[in-house]
């Protein structure tokens, strides 16, 4: 199928990627020619591993190329898929104005178009926007009937950043939110390949499954750290206890680490806008509020905790290795890395900070701090150390060797203690010291 993507950021690069692996002509679209042109020579604008190689393959072939006319991509393919940005407003609503833009764009090409074209909602969006928001500009800019004149779907992703080639040619189900059979039929054709499981519902109920999805998994991420702050006081291993809850069929191990809290461009911003949508219907989210809660709790307790194990860090160095949110991405959404290195900077610790591919998108965050490539320099002089993200280098390092090195907080349980001397480690989860 000939398909056109309107957004280039991690959700519509990958999407293509993977739809021209299974076969299609893919073409990307946006308004940013730096973008594209990175995209041209076979790079993509972020890190993920693998998209770099898959995307220079599909390039080459010809199967995936660019365009900054997204009229003309439109009237050149079958099927449209929307993959903007819809960022949080202040109020943690969802900001709308970008997918009215691209709706706009394709409804003034659809006017100009006679064959049935589908136009697929692939952001995360609130529930009602595809047949409301959507809906509305697709109609009012083509003059045609969405459900009849035109195809209109959510089909949701359910990627993980660092592993996000893997999900899309692997998910464990598709969604397909539409209101005709048509639209089902030509969607569940396209993605017949996957060999997933498809299930068909409303576009409503296909925005929704997204977000209760995201927020149930955030939940478990802020359960399993309420937890772990108990079985700290009571001294025993969260990571041991959490294990034996795992093993249960009902519940999954899945998402029951403990750590210093979850980020990213989805969990933080997807239980925000649940929320808001609540209150708007005048409802109380309690159990959505405590997962907000527990998220900003994590980082002040790791830092409580290491004030406590190195005593006033009014001028100490301090080395913060990891700031991206998880390993595999320089995504530094929401990163738990942040409040953290500000509370650290309040309380007058000199800091200098490391990460193996997020380092220059978080100086645009935090540019007053040192910033080296080499975990090992980062060491060079530091009295205590924040592990953030749990990068395999860091297993590496030879914490003995550091010499004026005298405590470690592993906020993500990422290195071994066993072999230290002479030096404090606690980590998220274990007795306190």
């Not at 365009?67 to 960022?87: A, K, Q, W």
């Not at 691209?102 to 047949?131: C, N, Q, R």
């Not at 054709?189 to 296909?206: G, M, V, Y």
């Not at 206890?241 to 989805?266: K, W």
Request: net charge negative; hydrophobic share 40%.
């Amino acid at each position: 199928m000939d398909i056109s993507i309107i957004g280039t950021g991690y959700v519509g690069l990958t999407t293509g990627i993977a739809l021209a692996e299974l076969g299609n002509k893919v073409v990307l679209v946006d308004v940013i020619p730096e973008k594209l042109e990175t995209i041209n020579s076979g790079k993509a604008p972020f890190y993920e591993p693998e998209v770099d190689d898959l995307l220079k393959k599909h390039v080459s072939a010809g199967n995936i190329t660019t365009s900054l006319d997204g009229y003309r991509s439109v009237l050149d393919t079958e099927i449209t898929f929307i993959s903007v940005g819809t960022p949080s407003k202040e109020d943690g609503s969802m900001d709308d104005r970008y997918i009215r833009a691209a709706s706009e764009t394709i409804g003034k090409a659809l006017k100009d178009k006679d064959e049935f074209h589908i136009v697929v909602m692939k952001s995360t969006v609130v529930p009602g926007t595809t047949l409301g928001a959507i809906r509305e500009e697709l109609e009012r800019f083509s003059g045609k009937i969405a459900g009849s004149d035109v195809g209109i779907a959510m089909c949701p992703e359910f990627l993980r950043e660092g592993a996000a080639m893997h999900d899309s040619m692997n998910p464990d189900r598709v969604i397909i939110g539409c209101i005709d059979d048509r639209t089902f039929d030509r969607l569940k054709e396209l993605f017949l390949p996957l060999d997933s499981k498809i299930l068909r519902t409303s576009p409503a109920s296909a925005e929704m499954i997204k977000y209760a999805s995201n927020s149930l998994l955030a939940t478990k991420i802020s359960f399993a750290n309420e937890i772990s702050r108990i079985c700290e006081r009571v001294g025993v291993d969260v990571y041991d206890i959490m294990e034996g809850v795992g093993m249960d069929f009902r519940i999954s191990p899945q998402f029951l680490r403990a750590g210093v809290g979850f980020g990213g461009s989805c969990f933080p911003k997807d239980v925000s806008a649940l929320m808001n949508i609540a209150k708007h219907l005048e409802l109380d989210t309690p159990i959505l509020d405590g997962v907000m809660l527990n998220n900003d709790i994590q980082p002040k307790h790791l830092v409580s905790i290491g004030e406590k194990m190195a005593g006033n860090l009014k001028g100490k160095k301090v080395a913060v290795l990891g700031l991206s949110f998880k390993p595999d991405t320089d995504d530094i959404r929401y990163t738990r890395s942040l409040p953290v290195i500000k509370q650290l900077l309040e309380k007058g610790a000199r800091i200098t900070a490391t990460d193996p591919k997020a380092m220059e998108n978080f100086r645009s965050e935090v540019p007053d701090i040192e910033y080296v490539a080499d975990p090992d320099e980062a060491l060079i002089g530091a009295e205590v150390v924040f592990l953030m993200t749990e990068w395999p280098i860091y297993g590496r390092i030879d914490w003995n060797s550091k010499s004026d090195l005298k405590v470690i907080i592993d906020g993500r349980r990422c290195v071994d203690p066993s072999s230290m001397k002479n030096i404090k480690y606690w980590s998220i989860g274990k007795p306190l010291p």
